[in-house]
Structure formats: C-alpha cells, structure tokens
C-alpha cells in the first residue's frame, strides 16, 4: 500500500499519524508511506526520527482578519495546495490521511481533487475548523470522542474509533525499570512525578515548576519535567538567576524535549500535564494517576472536556489554569502519593475510560477506503 499521511504542527497531530503509519507497516511490510508537513513545526524531527520519509509544502491557519500578513499567508498556502497536487502526483497514493495541522486542508483538498480515497482523523471531542470545512470532501472521517458525531455536519461517514497512541503499556522486569529511572538520574525508592506541557512545552506549568524548585517543595517526590524545547533556555537562564544549576537540583531531572516518552511514562507513578485527546488517551492506556491543567482559550474549552472524562472516573485531579501555583499543585501531588492504594486504585480508573483495539479499527477503516476505490 502506498501512503500520505499529513500532520504538522505539534505531537498531537503528528504522533497519531506515525502510529497510524507503525500499524500499516506492520500488517504490510513493503508499504511506501510519505509524510506531508510545514517547514515550521515539531514534524521535521519526529518523522525522520520515526524513519519516515517528509516532504514540506507552505500551509497557514486563516484569520478572517483583512491584513497585508494575512494575505501573504493565503497566498502561501495557495501555492501549498499546488505543492501538495504535484507530491500526490508524484508519488501516485492508495490513500491520503490527515491527523491534524494546518497542513491538512490543503492536502486533503488536493487528494480529493486528484480522485484518491482520503481519512481525516479527528482527536478531539469538539471538532477543530479544518475537519468540518472538509467533511464533504473527505471519504470517511475517524473520531476519537463519540460527541463528536453529531458535531460534524454533512459528512460522508464517521466512524468513532478512539485515538492512535504510539505508547503502549508495558510491563518492565526490576532491572529494565531500574536502568530507566538510572538513566534518568533519579532514585528508584522515591515517586516519581513526570510533568510535561505539551511537545511545545507550557509556559504556565513550566513556571510552576520552577516556583516549586526554588521553594524546594518535592520533598517527597521527584520531578522527571520536559520543559519545551523553546522554552528551555529561558528556564535555565531563570534558574542560573536564582544560583540553581537546571542539570545539578536534587530530585529533578529537567531536558527541553522527552523522547523516550513511553518509557518514562511507564515507569513514572504520577503524570502531569494538559489535557489534549492524545495525552488522555495515553494516561488511560497506561493506566496512570494524573493531574490535568486543561489548555485555556482553545474551541470550545475541549481539553476541560477531555480531563473530565478522567475526573469522572476517579482517576485524575484538575486545577484549572489560572488557579495553578506551586502551592496547590504540589499539595495535590501529596495527596495522591501519600497512599500507595490511591496511586494504584486511581490507575485502574484510568484504564475504565481506555479505548481498545484504536488501530485495528483505523486500519480496517483504511482498507475499506482503499478496496472500495479500486473496485470501482
């Protein structure tokens, strides 16, 4: 099977995609998958880490707004939707598939124009603009919230099927556990708090970290925290302010970027972070107490949607943006690890509200879309 697969932006959109693209390798090793994105966003590393191949064509979010930026960002995205014609040309796709980005409408479209078969996958439970401006051109439309069906309007056909996630749970031996937190610089008899803000990092997270190191609150616990790669710089040079040393803090490990994320994950006993569909798809996989601070000011407040599925089931706490401060937070974080049988009962919560089987059903999803269109 040949595949494009277009993702670009943050790891949201690109992490569903590769573990779409994982899953079609391994049902069919001589596939030939080729990635789409921008020359901007977190794709042009995490693709050709994955060992994927990338092409990158101009494409903009648009802003009703009449500016001189505006237009040129029109313009570019124009002539992306003619860079992304001549790729599928090209490169002669069985199927095209969407996970999110900007990068999206203009391949989508030009798929749809060029007559081949083409997936959108939705992760969040409101849908964002580019889904519902391409339902109608768009073969079969992938949800990972069921109230997300009735949100998508004259679409050809919704199939509710969780989200891809390449993480997995896994059951590590003592010393494969051990040598993951070694590695780490972390001690094996402490709990360990994993914070992250998203692959781009969250200034509001990062900064309560930051007041909960300088007041040396972890006391009970250590910190595994993935700053944001452009936010890690500033970070060290605010620590350097306070004579703290980011690569020297006792019960901390600070990088800009976690890219052994499964493993960390696995090992970590508590999991902080924002609530974007991929990260709670993953927190219930994995079967893991969380404490969520919803991304504010995004469509339709949906990350507030996505962490109550968890509070609702006992199985994560939230503390809403503007109420978050190193006080509360390491209070909340005390709470949970302070009893071993809430840490573990808070994890089997989590994994009630765990979607089974994601990318067998994308796959057959797929090779629906695929078949149908060569037996026409």
Same mark, same amino acid.
């Given at each position: ?45 995490? @693709? ?70 083409? +997936? ?22 992938? @949800? ?81 925290? =993935? ?59 994995? =079967? ?21 599925? +968890? ?14 401060? =190193? ?50």
């Amino acid at each position: 099977m040949k595949v494009i697969i277009a993702a670009a932006g943050t790891a949201g959109h690109i992490n569903p995609g590769l573990a779409i693209a994982n899953k079609i390798k391994k049902e069919e090793k001589d596939s030939d998958i080729l990635f789409i994105g921008t020359t901007r966003g977190l794709e042009n590393d995490l @693709v050709p880490r994955a060992g994927y191949k990338l092409k990158t064509i101009d494409a903009y979010g648009l802003s009703k707004k009449i500016s001189i930026d505006n237009m040129k960002k029109m313009y570019k995205t124009i002539k992306g939707y003619g860079e992304a014609k001549n790729i599928i040309k090209e490169f002669k796709p069985d199927i095209v598939i969407g996970t999110g980005g900007y990068i999206c409408g203009a391949t989508i479209l030009a798929a749809h124009k060029l007559k081949i078969p083409t +997936l959108l996958h939705e992760s969040n439970a409101f849908p964002g603009k580019a889904v519902k401006m391409l339902a109608r051109s768009t073969n079969t439309i992938l @949800v990972s919230f069921k109230d997300a069906i009735p949100r998508i309007k004259k679409a050809n056909n919704i199939v509710y099927t969780g989200t891809p996630i390449k993480i997995k749970k896994q059951n590590y031996s003592i010393d494969e556990r051990l040598k993951i937190i070694n590695d780490m610089g972390l001690n094996a008899l402490k709990p360990i708090v994993l914070v992250f803000g998203g692959s781009q990092g969250a200034k509001k997270i990062n900064d309560t970290i930051i007041e909960i190191i300088k007041n040396k609150l972890n006391k009970n616990y250590q910190i595994m925290w =993935g700053t944001g790669p452009k936010q890690y710089d500033e970070i060290k040079r605010e620590l350097m302010y306070n004579n703290i040393s980011i690569n020297n803090i006792k019960d901390m490990k600070i990088v800009p970027y976690i890219y052994n994320m499964e493993e960390i994950m696995n090992v970590a006993d508590v999991i902080v972070a924002r609530s974007g569909a991929m990260t709670i798809t993953e927190i219930a996989t994995l =079967g893991k107490p969380s404490i969520l601070i919803p991304l504010p000011n995004v469509s339709h407040n949906h990350q507030l949607y996505n962490a109550q599925v +968890l509070e609702k089931v006992n199985a994560a706490k939230i503390i809403l943006n503007d109420d978050l401060t =190193g006080k509360n937070l390491n209070e909340t974080i005390e709470k949970i690890i302070s009893d071993k049988n809430n840490i573990s009962q808070m994890g089997k919560n989590a994994q009630k509200v765990a979607t089974n089987n994601v990318e067998d059903k994308i796959y057959a999803e797929i090779k629906k879309c695929v078949n149908k269109n060569k037996n026409r």
